[in-house]
């Protein structure tokens, strides 16, 4: 069974771009949820997904923002990109939710300058 | 605010030797903890889990025990081996009154492996 797929694997974007990062879940995984991971703030949750649906969210602004599509497979976006998100955002599947064991991807390591 | 903390960054131990990885939550309402290892350059990898039903649970070679009295969390690794070195993160899921919120990850411990 395939793991969980994040492309692309790096990405160099400038202050006040957009970025736009995928996440392909593993087959049969209906919940993906979105980590920031940062060496001062560690691994900090952003979102969750289930049914296409955003189901809870973490303490980010407005310019992280997510979608799911009707196969599971989910993307997020940030808008007006600044210097501070830079880092790695990590992505996870489950079958139903974030209290359950989750399937973390390699990681879209995003470097804003 | 509320947070799951590990005790140290860095543990040292020799090959062969038992690892012991400590972790204190703070909110009494969590009900889920997993520990997951990181190695340089990938994501998060699952080791175990447990719900605070239970005080112990066991897996190959790891053992995780949960002290909901002092809301302590710890990882056991047996005959530690070079593959065991990585970033030890410990993470509780706790719920608020949408449901289950996203997992609040600990520091991270790195685990080196003396040969």
């Known amino acids: 069974k395939a793991g969980v797929t994040q492309t692309p694997r790096y990405l160099i974007k400038t202050r006040g771009q957009q970025v736009t990062l995928s996440c392909s879940p593993i087959?049969?995984?209906?919940?993906v949820s979105w980590y920031q991971q940062t060496p001062g703030q560690g691994l900090q949750f952003l979102f969750e997904?289930?049914?296409?649906?955003?189901?809870n969210k973490g303490n980010f602004p407005g310019r992280f923002s997510g979608r799911q599509f009707s196969n599971s497979r989910s993307e997020m976006n940030v808008s007006t990109l600044e210097l501070g998100d830079s880092a790695l955002y990590l992505c996870a599947s489950s079958l139903a939710g974030t209290d359950e064991k989750l399937f973390f991807g390699s990681g879209t390591q995003l470097s804003v300058l | 605010g509320e947070s799951v903390g590990l005790h140290l960054p860095t543990l040292s131990v020799q090959e062969g030797d038992n690892s012991i990885i400590n972790c204190a939550y703070s909110n009494s309402a969590s009900d889920y903890f997993i520990w997951y290892k990181q190695e340089s350059g990938k994501g998060p990898q699952f080791i175990i889990d447990?719900?605070?039903?239970?005080d112990k649970r066991q897996g190959q070679r790891v053992t995780v025990l949960l002290n909901k009295t002092v809301k302590h969390l710890s990882l056991q690794i047996a005959a530690t081996q070079p593959g065991d070195s990585a970033v030890y993160f410990c993470?509780?899921?706790?719920?608020?009154?949408?449901?289950?919120?996203?997992?609040?990850f600990g520091k991270g411990t790195h685990l080196i492996i003396q040969p």
């Open positions: 447990i719900r605070s039903n239970m």
């Open positions: 993470a509780e899921n706790r719920y608020s009154g949408g449901g289950a919120d996203g997992l609040t």
């Open positions: 997904y289930f049914s296409e649906t955003q189901r």
């Open positions: 087959s049969g995984h209906r919940s």
